[in-house]
């Protein structure tokens, strides 16, 4: 046992290597660099009260005079606060109401069938249900997403779940957010006259400019029909009603400036990197160490692109940098479901699939595709609490958090990264996960680095950009 | 760490006194090696006597460091544990206590 | 001081007390230890009477106007009859909103448009509590703090800049963003050298030539986060042209100042001025030609 003769007492932290210094991180997320050999001294009492060294270790919650009650209260506060994105529960519900697709994407995870197959719709009775049990959620704001396949190719499936979920709705009293995932490529007046009447969000997919985008989505013409659609889409709805997300394949790691150009082209301001997930039509065939080393050289070329754009002057968000950053410079959680702890699943997003059943994210009802329904919770005529406070949402409580599980409770970047169990189990075969091997840990692990490594080096110049992202 | 013994590019040995280090610890750096390496263990008194083998060359000069860091950091990580560990709790209570329907649920598969 | 409140002045003051739970090291209204409410109470409540009805600001102050219990709700009460568009800015250390049955008392008491205007001195209880002068003064006022944070009152933070924190402004401006984030506004504010500030000039005085790259940066924390960020009491030459848009005619009227060399200065009609008295000012004011 350390005896310490300065009588300042430690609070919990963690802290790792970064360059040639240490960064040592609070149990909120604040964080502080400082020299080699200050985590030693700080916890055998060796710090000066008289020092700036001090005063920063007390202001960032490293160390404290005593365990006061008022400084609990801060502190309880700041992790009341930061775990407040589960105060409603589940807020995000995917309804995927079809698998039939119109496009062949290189990386597609949604298993999907040819345009003209019914049976791969969600039946009426399931989505009444499923619409139901949505509304069980005591989240008084929720968003609805229409997720397939292709949604709009089902455009009367669509309606009648809007129509449904309003006539549910009116003795329930929630506000709901309408979202549509599509492509695009063929979005009828009837879908349109729909969006603009319920105030549907349209998310869609551009992955570049037109040659990598077609070669992406497998049907040749696909980037001029989004085109069309976009304008389209723009004049009725409005500049912000429709957003791209962007997937990254093996063939666009090759043109992180082209991608971003082609964003700009189209007045977009905002992109959001990510990764391919290890699964769906992607599995095959791939050297995922390979895969998520070039990404992440493609990540810090895009970055710094973008980052040289806003010190010319243009405001152009990088939303992957900014969702992290935010967990890192505010006291604030933030909505990105693949990111959390306790994880995502169930907590903030649960899918409802076509099949009639209730899944815990859109990566577990494709195992069911495959005959694997670890991740099933249940079918959409089942009690809400038997699907959301089951057996296995509590079995998957005990594995779904940074805090508590191996390699992640000791980490520096625990309050920046998140648990997966469905990630683990898809890769590792066990949805606790083994750290040391995890493509997850090792890639995000690569994130925080390279971002703290820019905070540290560039701060000053690079801090005042990000903020501008994160507050906006 | 000590007698750190390099056999050949692909496999090393060395001791961690199990009077310096906690179980703990030394489980904890093991598990963060296991993933490059095949890792034996032999306890022979107050000596821990781990081998490391891997299926690619491996510059050991480097690996000594890393391994020798771990285990200080780990210990430190140890030492901030146990003194924390009742405050990190209280703080935690005391984040959620206005909640009051708590369901306690036996999570025993 | 004024004699008669009136629209648009920034100069409507209502000093309540002397009394004062901190003895900061820089203060220039020296606390007393007797309690001289009622010496103040009539010339106040005067001031309202004769007050013009369309007064859209006053500032209650002290010393710490809370320690006189119901006679500070006395005079919200009357303000906000008499002058029914006014705003009350009240100028506290915090400290007593760390009980939680007198902000219980002090919610019910104001209804009105307020203000609350409270000092934090630094990010950490060591540097906070010395120049408060008062022991255990960071925590009650962070205490205070959280508890006007949870019921929306709207708060200023005003950090006055001294050779104690000066270094540390840009992390100060952080604690706020991570610990404070929901004030509405933090000033940070030039000393008025009069009272304890100048008895300890030596000790407090920090020149702005030390101090603007940290406050530049504090700004830019402050600003990027939305919340509203003002300099108050020091003159743009010496302030960087950037921070100029956040500076801000704080001086008040009647104690306002220029020296001989400011009459040629092309930003004579923006800049706050001195305080009339102060009894030191900064060498290195010099006019702004264009």
Same mark, same amino acid.
């Given at each position: ?8 007492? #430690? ?20 964080? #502080?660099? %400082? ?63 079809? !698998? ?56 009367? !499936? ?67 029909? &989004? ?68 990404? #992440? ?27 992290? %950053? ?46 694997? &329904? ?64 995890? #493509? ?13 490594? !820019? ?18 | ?20 280090? *906690?179980? *703990? ?71 959620? *206590? ?12 | ?60 102050? $002290? $010393? ?21 568009? /006014? ?24 209804? $009105?448009?307020?203000?609350? $205007? ?53 992390? +100060?401006?952080?604690?706020?963003? =991570? ?8 000033? @940070?504010?030039?000393?008025?050298? +009069? ?29 990027? /986060?939305?919340?509203?960020? =003002? +300099? ?18 704080? +001086? ?22 001195? @305080? ?15």
């Amino acid at each position: 046992m350390i005896q310490r003769n300065n009588s300042y007492r #430690l609070l919990p932290f963690k802290f790792t290597h970064i360059g040639n210094k240490e960064l040592i991180v609070n149990e909120v997320g604040d964080y #502080l660099f %400082m020299p080699n050999g200050t985590v030693q001294r700080v916890i055998s009492g060796s710090v000066n009260r008289n020092t700036e060294e001090y005063r920063d270790l007390l202001s960032k919650f490293i160390i404290c005079d005593s365990y006061n009650d008022i400084l609990q209260d801060v502190i309880a506060t700041r992790i009341r606060t930061k775990k407040s994105f589960l105060d409603g529960f589940t807020s995000l519900h995917i309804f995927v109401l079809t !698998l039939r697709c119109n496009q062949k994407c290189v990386y597609c995870q949604a298993t999907s069938q040819n345009k003209d197959c019914v049976n791969k719709d969600m039946k009426i009775e399931d989505l009444n249900k499923a619409i139901s049990l949505m509304l069980k959620s005591p989240n008084p704001h929720i968003t609805m997403e229409f997720q397939g396949g292709e949604s709009s190719l089902v455009p009367s !499936l669509v309606e009648h779940a809007i129509l449904e979920t309003e006539r549910q709705n009116k003795s329930v009293g929630k506000e709901i957010k309408y979202v549509i995932c599509t492509n695009i490529i063929h979005f009828s007046e009837e879908l349109l006259n729909l969006c603009e009447k319920y105030n549907v969000f349209v998310s869609t997919s551009l992955d570049g400019p037109e040659s990598i985008h077609d070669s992406n989505r497998g049907v040749s013409g696909s980037y001029k029909h &989004f085109v069309d659609s976009l304008l389209r889409i723009r004049e009725r709805l409005g500049q912000d009603r429709i957003s791209p997300l962007m997937t990254t394949s093996v063939l666009s790691l090759n043109y992180p400036i082209e991608i971003v150009d082609s964003y700009r082209q189209l007045s977009f301001h905002y992109i959001f990197l990510r990764p391919l997930n290890p699964y769906g039509r992607a599995k095959e065939n791939e050297d995922w160490n390979l895969y998520f080393d070039k990404f #992440l050289e493609f990540y810090k070329k895009s970055l710094d692109y973008i980052l040289l754009l806003n010190k010319r002057g243009e405001f152009f968000v990088e939303g992957f940098t900014a969702m992290v %950053m935010k967990k890192i410079l505010t006291p604030f959680p933030i909505g990105f479901v693949d990111l959390q702890s306790p994880a995502g699943i169930i907590n903030s997003v649960v899918v409802y699939n076509y099949d009639g059943y209730v899944y815990c994210s859109d990566e577990s009802r494709m195992m069911a595709e495959s005959g694997d &329904f670890t991740f099933r919770l249940g079918k959409v005529s089942d009690k809400y609490e038997d699907i959301f406070y089951g057996k296995k949402a509590q079995a998957l409580s005990r594995v779904w958090a940074t805090e508590y599980i191996a390699g992640c409770s000791d980490c520096a970047f625990q309050q920046y990264c998140g648990a997966d169990p469905v990630r683990n189990y898809s890769t590792q075969g066990d949805w606790y996960g083994h750290r040391p091997s995890s #493509l997850f840990c090792k890639f995000h692990k690569a994130v925080f680095e390279y971002l703290f490594e !820019l905070i540290d080096r560039r701060g000053n110049e690079v801090l005042p950009i990000i903020r501008r992202w994160i507050y906006d | 760490m000590n007698s750190f013994r390099i056999i050949g590019n692909k496999k090393a040995q060395f001791n961690i006194d199990a009077n310096m280090f *906690s179980k *703990s610890v030394i489980m904890k750096v093991l598990y963060w090696l296991n993933n490059d390496f095949v890792v034996q263990t032999t306890s022979h008194e107050s000596q821990l006597l781990v081998e490391l083998e891997s299926n690619n060359d491996t510059d050991w000069n480097i690996m000594k460091k890393t391994i020798s860091t771990m285990l200080n950091d780990f210990q430190m990580r140890e030492v901030i544990e146990k003194e924390t560990h009742d405050i990190r709790n209280i703080l935690y209570v005391k984040a959620f *206590s206005n909640i009051d329907n708590f369901t306690e649920y036996d999570t025993e598969e | 001081m004024t004699d008669k409140f009136i629209k648009g002045s920034n100069n409507n003051i209502i000093y309540v007390t002397s009394c004062c739970t901190n003895r900061c090291i820089m203060c220039c209204q020296p606390p007393l230890d007797e309690d001289d409410s009622t010496y103040h109470y009539k010339r106040n409540i005067n001031l309202i009477d004769t007050a013009d009805p369309e007064t859209d600001y006053v500032c209650i102050t $002290g $010393g710490e106007p809370t320690l006189s219990g119901d006679l500070l709700f006395d005079y919200m009460h009357r303000i906000w009859d008499k002058m029914p568009n /006014s705003s009350i800015h009240l100028l506290t250390n915090g400290r007593s909103f760390a009980n939680a049955n007198y902000v219980e008392k002090f919610t019910k008491e104001a209804n $009105g448009k307020l203000f609350v $205007g409270i000092p934090l001195h630094s990010d950490n209880y060591a540097d906070h509590d010395v120049i408060a002068g008062a022991k255990g003064s960071f925590y009650a006022t962070l205490k205070g703090l959280h508890n006007l944070g949870i019921l929306g009152f709207e708060i200023e933070l005003r950090v006055i800049i001294l050779k104690q924190n000066y270094k540390r402004l840009d992390k +100060i401006a952080e604690f706020i963003t =991570r610990n404070l984030p929901f004030v509405a506004q933090v000033s @940070f504010m030039g000393l008025e050298v +009069i009272g304890y500030a100048e008895k300890n000039y030596s000790k407090v005085w920090m020149d702005s030539e030390c101090f603007t790259i940290n406050l530049a940066r504090a700004i830019d924390i402050l600003d990027n /986060s939305h919340i509203q960020t =003002r +300099i108050f009491n020091i003159p743009h030459c010496l302030l960087p042209t950037a921070l100029w848009p956040f500076a801000c005619k704080s +001086i008040s009227e009647w104690k306002k100042t220029n020296l001989g060399i400011c009459s040629n200065c092309s930003m004579i009609d923006e800049c706050c001025g001195l @305080f009339s008295t102060s009894k030191r000012y900064s060498a290195n004011l010099k006019p702004i030609i264009r």
